[in-house]
């Protein structure tokens, strides 16, 4: 039974925000806002991390993270001093994380609003979500495009399953494929399968431990931020 999908056809729009207004108080474009979402361990604040390495010379960017009740992420953030200690905060949801990204999203929407308020003017902020299932995906009214990373270790049967996070996802993850040896995982199948799901909506397989890294996923974040600014204000999304 999947109680999600039921849910999804009675109550259609009980996931959908309206769609966050591409400019500022003032008038100016406002940050690009992507989402990260996952499994817990799937490797999503590695992954911001690895993104804010890659991207900080050349852009303005900041963080918001989720937990239940720590601010475990934003804290392994500034240990590693990936940005400095203003251009990183922290939501504790209180409850399950796709709550405060998803269903009641205030929380976020203020952290966000605040970083451009006080550290802006920014090009990019990375919102991560909490560790979730395969049905965890932002609200329209949050983010402007959503990566979902899941991860080898996982099982590679995870793309087949499918989810909202797999299947809809503006980009799909396939994490810690250094791993795959070491615990069986068919890439190729997982390939197949990502394919099946997802039709022409693009997959990345990612080792940070490689050579290329995070490279590829940097790379779709600057043409998502090439297309953001390219596109008129009184018509973007």
């Known amino acids: 039974m999947h109680l999600d999908h039921e849910l999804d056809e009675m109550f259609p729009e009980r996931h959908t925000h309206g769609a966050a207004h591409p400019t500022r108080a003032d008038g100016t474009r406002r940050a690009l806002r992507i989402g990260l979402g996952g499994p ?43 940005l400095p200690p203003e251009r990183i905060t922290a939501v504790e949801t209180g409850a399950c994380p796709h709550t405060a990204i998803r269903d009641d999203i205030s929380a976020n929407l203020e952290a966000v609003e605040d970083l451009e308020d006080e550290v802006g003017p920014l090009d990019l902020i990375l919102v991560e979500s909490g560790g979730d299932n395969l049905t965890a995906t932002f609200s329209k009214g949050l983010i402007d495009a959503q990566i979902f990373v899941i991860d080898v270790a996982g099982g590679d049967d995870i793309p087949r399953k499918g989810g909202p996070g797999v299947t809809t996802a503006d980009l799909l993850v396939v994490n810690k494929t250094d791993l795959a040896p ?12 990502a394919k099946a799901q997802r039709g022409d909506l693009p997959v990345v397989f990612q080792s940070l431990r490689g050579e290329e890294g995070v490279g590829p996923v940097a790379d779709w974040v600057r043409e998502r931020l090439a297309a953001w600014r390219a596109t008129p204000v009184a018509s973007a999304a």
Request: hydrophobic share 45%.
């Open 40 to 82: 817990v361990g799937s490797g999503k604040t590695a992954t911001v991390a690895a993104l804010c390495r890659a991207l900080r010379d050349a852009l303005s960017l900041a963080v918001v993270t989720n937990d239940i009740y720590t601010r475990e992420d934003a804290a392994f953030l500034l240990r590693e001093a990936v």
């Open 182 to 193: 070491y615990v069986g995982s068919d890439l190729e199948g997982m390939a197949r399968d």
